[in-house]
C-alpha cells in the first residue's frame, strides 16, 4: 500500500489518470479514508494544539439556517481535555469532523435553555459515550432547570441505549455510562461571580446575563495558565459581561445585525406571513447588535473579538463585511466572524491568539 509521503509526492497530473484509469483510483481513495479514520480516532489533533487554551467553535450559528454555521457550540481543550459550551445541532457531528473525538469530553456546560443552544445533547451525550470507554455520564453544568433538560434527553435516548449495549456489549458500552448527570448551581445575582469548576489550575465561572423573557441565563469564563476566553451565552449589551470579560485574551460574543435582520423583516411583509414579520421583530430585543458586542470587547480590553451566534444566516463574504459594520470604529483590536470550524490557540506563558480553521 502506498504511504502518505509516496502520494503526496506523485504529481497532481499523474495521479489524476491514475485514478481516472481505475488502476489505483479505489486504493489511493481507501487509504486516505483510512488515514482519516487514523486521525480522528487516534487524538492526533491534539498535537496542534497549544499548552495553553484553544478554542474551537463546534457552531457559530443560530435557529436560522446557515451553510456556514451550526448551533451554538463552543468547545474549550486544555491538557487534552475538551469542555463543551452550548450543544446546539450538529455540535457533535462538528468535533468529530474536526477530529476532535467526544470521547475526550470531561464537562459540558449550558449557558441556557433555548432549544438552539441544547438540541445536540442527545447526541453528543451519545457519541462521547461511544466514543468513550466511560463508565460515568458526563458531567452537565448549568444554571436552575438543568435537571429538568438533562434528565429528559436521558429518558429519550433510553431506549437506544439499551439496543446499544444489547447489540456491542457491556464491556464495550457500559450502561452507566450513558447519558449526562445534572449539575446545577444557582444563578449568580447581580454583581456575583461564581466558580461552577476548578480543576487542576483550570477555572470556570459564571455571571448572570440578561436575556429576557429567559432566565436564568449565564455567561462563562474560563481562565488557564494565564490565559483566558469568556463566552456571552445569549445576551443584551451587559455591564456584568463587562466585569467578567476585564483583560481577557479572547471574547466570544453573541451579535444580531438589526439592518440584515430588518431585511429579512421587509420579506416576511412582502410574502404576507405577519406571524413571522412578528419574530422577526422580535429578536432585536433581547441580542445584541455586533458593534454594541464591540463596544463590550472595548470597554473590558479584551485581546480579540470573535462573533458567534451569528444572526441572521450570512452565506456570502460580503454580508460578513456588512454584519460587522461600524465595530471597528470602537474596537481597535482584532475581530473574526466565527463560522464553524474556527480555531484559536492561546499559548501559555505568551501573549499570541493565534487564529485558524480545522
Known amino acids: 500500500m502506498m504511504s502518505k509521503r509516496v502520494l503526496l509526492s506523485i504529481g497532481g497530473g499523474v495521479l489524476l489518470m491514475v485514478v481516472a484509469a481505475g488502476i489505483w483510483g479505489d486504493r489511493v481513495l481507501l487509504h486516505l479514508m483510512q488515514q482519516r479514520v487514523v486521525a480522528s480516532v487516534s487524538g492526533a489533533v491534539f498535537d496542534d494544539f497549544s499548552n495553553g487554551l484553544d478554542v474551537v467553535l463546534c457552531g457559530a450559528g443560530s435557529p436560522i439556517p446557515d451553510p456556514r454555521r451550526s448551533g451554538p457550540c463552543v468547545a474549550v481543550i486544555a491538557d487534552g481535555k475538551v469542555r463543551v459550551f452550548d450543544a446546539g445541532s450538529g455540535a457533535a457531528r462538528n468535533l468529530l469532523a474536526r477530529g476532535i473525538g467526544p470521547g475526550r469530553i470531561t464537562d459540558v456546560f449550558l449557558t441556557h435553555y433555548h432549544s438552539d443552544h441544547i438540541d445536540g445533547l442527545g447526541e453528543l451525550f451519545m457519541q ?43 464491556a464495550i458500552l457500559p450502561p452507566s455510562g450513558a447519558g449526562g448527570l445534572a449539575r446545577p448551581f444557582a444563578a449568580p445575582a447581580a454583581g456575583e461571580r461564581r466558580v461552577v469548576l476548578e ?18 441565563a449565564v455567561a462563562y469564563r474560563i481562565d488557564y495558565r494565564g490565559r483566558s476566553v469568556v463566552i456571552s451565552g445569549d445576551t443584551v449589551k451587559s455591564d456584568a459581561l463587562i466585569a467578567l470579560a476585564e483583560g481577557a485574551d479572547l471574547l466570544l460574543h453573541e451579535a444580531l445585525a438589526p439592518q440584515l435582520v430588518d431585511v429579512m423583516t421587509a420579506g416576511t411583509i412582502a410574502a404576507g406571513v405577519p406571524h413571522m414579520t412578528q419574530i422577526t421583530h422580535d429578536i432585536h430585543n433581547y441580542h445584541t447588535t ?3 458586542a464591540a463596544e463590550v470587547a472595548a470597554a473590558a480590553g479584551v485581546g480579540h473579538l470573535l462573533y458567534y451566534h451569528v444572526v441572521p444566516a450570512l452565506p456570502l463574504k460580503r454580508l460578513e463585511t456588512l454584519f460587522v459594520e461600524g465595530a471597528d470604529a470602537v474596537y481597535t483590536g482584532g475581530i473574526t466572524v466565527g463560522r464553524d470550524g474556527t480555531w484559536v490557540s492561546l499559548p501559555a ?3 499570541d491568539i493565534r487564529l485558524g480553521r480545522r
Open 128 to 170: 462521547r459515550w461511544a466514543g468513550g470507554p466511560h463508565d460515568t455520564p458526563v458531567p452537565v453544568h448549568g444554571p436552575q432547570g438543568l435537571t429538568a433538560v438533562v434528565d429528559g434527553f436521558n429518558a429519550a435516548y433510553a431506549l437506544d441505549n439499551g439496543y446499544r449495549v444489547a447489540h456491542h456489549g457491556a
Open 199 to 216: 480543576d487542576e489550575g483550570l477555572v470556570v465561572t459564571a455571571v448572570s446575563v440578561a436575556h429576557p423573557p429567559i432566565a436564568p
Open 290 to 292: 455586533p458593534v454594541e
Open 349 to 351: 506563558g505568551s501573549d
